[in-house]
């Protein structure tokens, strides 16, 4: 028997930081991930989570914690599909820590995706978008970072970790034309910075408190602003640009939703679903094929700029298919 702590906080302080130079975002959440399962494993086994083995995260009680997840946590098929893939990652690392475990490793690799239905994007339209950028006050401290960091948010179509984890060496001094995001999987890419972003990073700049902190955006503390602090941020700019543009206020706008309106604005601009990808840092193309599903009148738009070459319809004299003969003679 082994217990389950000790390969455990193996595989979250050495094998994701060291082995596969997984961010700090990615082990958190593979941390939240296995505080949930080993109290929920503890509970239905009758024992403390630190007298837990890792027999006793066998497919039944893993199946059970990922209905549990749904069910009474109110998370999602996508959560629970996360989750159940940090649960394989674990696996996967006690196949050659623990060979003895390799029977109950291959069952719960089998353990199903769960499908759902695929939820249309949500994403804001220009004046919305608009709105929300000009809702910061910029005649505050707090506004002037506020209205850099959904500029720049739009501009590069950051997701919320990129953002707050950008670092004043991530922008190039003093022209403020470019910016490079670290995102998922240690990918790095290089964009431009639009003038009105320029702009408002440079007016953030020139007021940004002289602390030790590197972050580029920093809380009333002078350390570097959380994803939930920006959220909360957010909420209060939809609020207010729901003022000018009452449209917003019917939309659930996450920080996630200002990279959708980025990326169709690219998709807009370039009608090229692959610079879409390349912008926002997707590893695969099929990620950045939801920005197809969007109203179909923009997608005609974008494709009734495209013609199709006049091809004639072609023969092939004097070539015989034995197939086509022997179906005519039937």
């Known amino acids: 028997m082994t217990r389950l702590a000790t390969p455990l906080a193996a595989f979250l302080r050495e094998h994701l930081p060291r082995d596969r130079g997984a961010s700090r975002h990615t082990v958190e959440s593979y941390v939240t991930c296995f505080r949930l399962l080993a109290n929920f494993a503890a509970d239905r086994h009758g024992i403390r989570p630190c007298r837990l083995e890792v027999d006793h995260l066998d497919v039944d009680t893993i199946l059970a914690f990922l209905d549990h997840l749904e069910a009474e946590r109110g998370n999602g098929v996508g959560t629970r599909n996360v ?95 470019e910016v490079r995001i670290t995102g998922k999987g240690r990918r790095t890419r290089v964009l431009p910075l639009w003038k009105e972003t320029a702009s408002a990073l440079g007016a953030w700049l020139a007021i940004r408190p002289e602390v030790p902190d590197r972050h580029m955006f920093l809380n009333t503390s002078g350390r570097g602003l959380t994803r939930r602090g920006f959220a909360k941020r957010l909420a209060l700019h939809v609020a207010t640009a729901a003022r000018t543009e009452p449209s917003i206020a019917r939309r659930q706008v996450t920080p996630h939703v200002l990279r959708h309106a980025c990326a169709l604005t690219i998709l807009e601009a370039t009608s090229d679903i692959r610079k879409v990808s390349l912008w926002l840092g997707h590893q695969s193309l099929q990620t950045t094929e939801m920005y197809l599903r969007t109203d179909p009148a923009e997608k005609l738009d974008m494709l009734s700029e495209w013609r199709s070459p006049g091809l004639g319809k072609g023969r092939f004299a004097g070539v015989k298919d034995e197939l086509m003969e022997m179906l005519s003679n039937v």
């Open 83 to 177: 989750r159940l893939a940090a649960i394989k990652s674990f696996f996967k690392f006690i196949e050659f820590r623990h060979p003895h475990h390799l029977e109950l490793a291959a069952r719960v690799h089998a353990i199903p995706q769960k499908k759902g239905d695929v939820p249309a994007l949500r994403h804001l339209g220009r004046d919305e978008v608009k709105a929300l950028l000009k809702a910061p006050d910029a005649a505050t401290r707090s506004g002037t970072r506020d209205r850099a960091m959904l500029c720049l948010a739009y501009n590069a179509g950051l997701r919320v970790s990129e953002l707050v984890g950008l670092g004043l060496d991530d922008v190039r001094m003093p022209q403020l034309d």
